[in-house]
């Protein structure tokens, strides 16, 4: 089998929330090998109730079927962090419209950033609600052009 | 029952429960970005229920799965503490709040997730491999809530006359089942017992309130015992209607 082949397959296969970015970029896959009789593509779920997560353990299997029996299996530890998320993930992030982290997972979540609109780049940025449409993103609103926008949260 | 399926039980009926309560917000809360914070506080606290209740049924041995372990026990098997089951409002008012106060959920909220922070944060180095990375990962989400939830304390606490009346009234109606957070005993290997939680968990809960402006109330005697399955009048009320579509449809699945 031509393992490098799966794995552009798998490059292709766009997070079901975000479609902008794809799963490697946000950095969920953990490995893709072969099995006996297929593949086997082990993946860290972002969020523990992201309700996306078995719509991505299903893409995945289509996206490799023709390599024969896919396997997902899930792997929690070590957890997922938003470190991960490649620098092309991050800036097809930024181009979409959602600001990416902004600090490491690892750093404390007290202080609230200062984010620069991704739409007109002002500085002029207010918070509007820590959580958004879905669990990875907080929603925000750029006071100069009034529109909003999310950020995507650190873990 | 053993012991250490009972410590994980105690944490998964705790998340499952506290989950569904917040999730009788959708809809309803007093603006759209709150509907959606506690939506999302429901979810992650559904997903680390999902786990640990999935873990429970590997230690159980007995071929329960998350699903069965959730919606097809009794009341009694149940393990959660009392302080989650609780209804939104003290008191079933008739005056179109639905019977739910904002108030009340938000002083919950912050207790819980200080003390699942708390409590995360010692099981990631849990000598069980399994529980530790449920815990890691809980941990990440579970401080985040614990954030949202004492700014609000803050805010409604420090806020008007009204705002915090309402929260002073919360805090008393819930403040003796609080004990409970640290009344499960350590299981070795596994982990450590709620009361090595509590100093700090005081300490902390101190210094919101001190911020928020709101009174402690004198501590009760009070000794809930959800932990053993021993539950409030709200818990059968809950669980029917929890439970309801399992019931209806037994073995029902998306």
């Known amino acids: 089998m031509n393992l490098d082949s799966a794995r552009a397959k798998l490059a292709a296969v766009p997070d079901p929330e975000i479609p902008a970015i794809s799963l490697v970029e946000l950095g969920i896959v953990r490995d893709l090998r072969e099995t006996a009789s297929g593949v086997e593509v082990v993946l860290t779920p972002t969020y523990s109730g992201c309700p996306a997560t078995e719509l991505i353990a299903d893409d995945v299997r289509a996206a490799l079927a023709e390599f024969g029996d896919v396997t997902v299996t899930m792997q929690r530890a070590p957890a997922w962090s938003t470190d991960w998320i490649t620098p092309e993930g991050r800036e097809k992030l930024q181009r979409y419209g959602i600001v990416p982290p902004q600090c490491s997972g690892e750093q404390a979540i007290r202080i609230v950033p200062s984010l620069r609109c991704p739409r007109c780049d002002s500085g002029k940025t207010e918070q509007l609600s820590r959580f958004g449409s879905t669990a990875c993103k907080s929603t925000w609103r750029c006071i100069e052009c009034l529109e909003p926008f999310e950020y995507f949260k650190p873990i | ?254």
């Not at chain 2, 100093?199 to 911020?211: D, G, K, S, V, Y």
Request: proline share 3%.
């Open chain 2, 1 to 254: 029952m053993d012991a250490k399926l009972n410590y994980v039980l105690r944490l998964a009926d705790t998340c499952l429960i506290h989950s569904q309560r917040l999730s009788e917000w959708a809809g309803h809360a007093p603006v759209l970005e709150e509907d959606l914070a506690l939506s999302n506080i429901a979810l992650d606290l559904l997903g680390q229920a999902r786990a640990l209740l999935t873990y429970a049924g590997q230690i159980e041995g007995a071929g329960r799965d998350e699903d069965q372990l959730a919606f097809l026990r009794e009341e009694r098997d149940y393990r959660n503490i009392v302080l989650v089951e609780l209804p939104n409002a003290a008191a079933s008012p008739s005056d179109g709040s639905g019977g739910r106060d904002f108030a009340l959920t938000t002083v919950r909220n912050a207790a819980v997730a200080l003390w699942l922070e708390l409590l995360c944060g010692r099981l990631q180095a849990s000598a069980d491999i399994e529980l530790a990375g449920i815990a890691a990962k809980s941990l990440k989400e579970v401080r985040y809530h614990r954030q949202h939830a004492s700014d609000w304390v803050v805010r409604l606490g420090d806020g008007t006359a009204e705002s915090q009346a309402r929260m002073q009234a919360a805090l008393n109606v819930l403040w003796p089942y609080v004990n409970e957070l640290f009344a499960a005993e350590g299981v070795d290997g596994v982990g450590p017992a709620w009361s090595e939680l509590e100093a700090e968990w005081r300490a902390r809960w101190a210094t919101l309130m001190q911020e928020a402006t709101l009174t402690l109330p004198r501590d009760s005697a009070m000794q809930p015992r959800g932990i053993d399955g021993i539950h409030s009048e709200h818990m059968g009320h809950l669980l029917a209607t929890m439970q309801h579509l399992q019931r209806a449809y037994p073995g029902g699945v998306w």
